[in-house]
């Protein structure tokens, strides 16, 4: 994969980045470390965890500190720094050294805010943090995760340089937000918990929703599969910059690359698909962080 700018911030990624948050219940250090050099030999340069992936920060530091030259890091703040409370000026600055640590890094290339409450964005302070963190030299961009009245905040504030959104065939709501803009964007939870391979409503809050929206969408048979198609609608919306796939799979992982080097779905799939999305009320649905 050929790496594109990613918006104005002077980065270059794959239009495929990894999701590294599936692999904190592998135990086996070994298979972690063949794993995450694995992402690297295929091509993908961008990694992308956050402080709630568990052990995921740390196993990155471990396995592939050595190779930091040849990925995009991005990770996430705002919660869990042990003695300031969560959502603070100290605990972004905070963070923000802990994850330089944790990931044996001098630099992380971006650093989001992670589902920051809309009024804690408004006030200000934790979007400042992460800018003089840029300033400082600890970061080089400054970003946003999230979703709806949050995400179009970030949108216009000058101190974001990307942003990372859900943005799925059932999850189609922040398309229209990041269509015009020049900042970088990651789309996450493209595959929508693969909610059309589960028999049954799962549990778990967005993937439950997620299943309920599958079925109202009664989407006809396109001939493609489903990840195929659902990586291709995402990742070549306009705005998107890479698409993470998070899995502990390696072959998962080159099929999804293999799916979206096939290029932009036919005009007449994507029609399609929209009508699905119209008939099923999709511009109703909020989205799911």
């Known amino acids: 994969m050929t790496p594109s700018p990613f918006g104005q911030t002077g980065l270059l990624v794959t239009r495929v980045g990894f999701g590294a948050?599936?692999?904190?219940?592998?135990?086996?250090?070994?298979?972690?470390?063949?794993?995450?050099?694995?992402?690297?030999?295929?091509?993908?340069n961008l990694i992308d965890?956050?402080?709630?992936?568990?052990?995921?920060?740390?196993?990155?530091?471990?396995?592939?500190?050595?190779?930091?030259?040849?990925?995009?890091?991005?990770?996430?703040?705002?919660?869990?720094?042990d003695g300031v409370p969560d959502w603070t000026y100290p605990c972004i600055v905070q963070g923000v050294e802990r994850a330089l640590r944790q990931m044996r890094t001098d630099c992380i290339d971006i650093g989001h805010l992670h589902s920051c409450p809309l009024d804690v964005l408004q006030r200000g302070e934790v979007s400042q943090a992460l800018a003089d963190c840029v300033r400082a030299g600890k970061l080089r961009v400054a970003a946003y995760s999230g979703e709806n009245a949050e995400l179009a905040h970030a949108l216009l504030d000058a101190r974001f340089g990307s942003v990372q959104c859900s943005l799925s065939l059932v999850d189609p709501g922040s398309a229209a937000q990041i269509a015009d803009t020049a900042k970088g964007v990651l789309a996450k939870r493209t595959l929508a918990g693969l909610a059309w391979a589960r028999p049954r409503r799962p549990d778990d809050?967005?993937?439950?929703?997620?299943?309920d929206r599958w079925q109202q969408l009664h989407l006809p048979d396109l001939r493609l599969p489903w990840p195929e198609l659902a990586l291709r609608w995402t990742a070549f919306k306009p705005g998107v910059s890479s698409v993470l796939i998070g899995t502990h799979n390696l072959g998962r992982l080159r099929e999804g690359i293999d799916a979206i080097e096939r290029g932009a779905l036919q005009d007449e799939t994507v029609s399609a698909l929209l009508a699905a999305q119209v008939r099923a009320g999709a511009d109703r649905w909020p989205g799911l962080i």
């Open 49 to 81: 965890t956050a402080r709630g992936y568990g052990r995921s920060e740390e196993r990155i530091g471990r396995h592939i500190s050595q190779r930091r030259r040849e990925f995009v890091l991005s990770t996430k703040f705002g919660y869990g720094v």
């Open 21 to 44: 948050m599936h692999f904190d219940a592998i135990d086996d250090e070994a298979e972690v470390g063949r794993l995450l050099n694995g992402v690297l030999d295929l091509g993908v």
């Open 205 to 211: 809050f967005c993937e439950g929703q997620y299943w």
